[in-house]
């Protein structure tokens, strides 16, 4: 898009920033999701763990402990998918001229990162489960 008024050097400078600073916010979302997701797995791993060796009358769930760490190790996998389809999607845009198959890409992309966090929050939802229903 041209702005008038505004010389076309400063406009491509201001767009080149943006895709940057854009990339590097992907970028770092990505790594976000990858580190709540595997901290979590270790957490839940580490309390469950440590609470099952104590002889407990009340003993946690271990089926919501299961579900949860399948959530938290399928928010990983859909993190690294999230990576993977939107390098894809860099590497047409850099190569081709905008395409559908960029913008599936990059749809992928966003449905992949955004299935990572809702991962993570049923994962969470089922260990704090696995507490609330003790046997």
Known sequence: MVNKGVPLARQTHWNLEN???????????????????????????????????????????????????????????????????????????ATQEPSDLEVNWRLGALAAGIGSAGLFVLGVMFTALAFLNRR
């Open 19 to 93: 895709l940057r600073g854009a990339i590097t916010l992907g970028s770092q979302t990505v790594k976000s999701l990858e580190l709540i997701n595997g901290a979590a797995a270790i957490g839940v791993l580490t309390f469950y763990g440590n609470v099952a060796t104590r002889n407990s009358p009340n003993p946690i769930n271990p089926d919501f402990v299961r579900f949860g760490l399948l959530s938290f190790a399928l928010g990983v996998a859909l993190s690294i998918l999230t990576a993977i389809c939107a390098y894809i999607s860099q590497l047409i845009a």
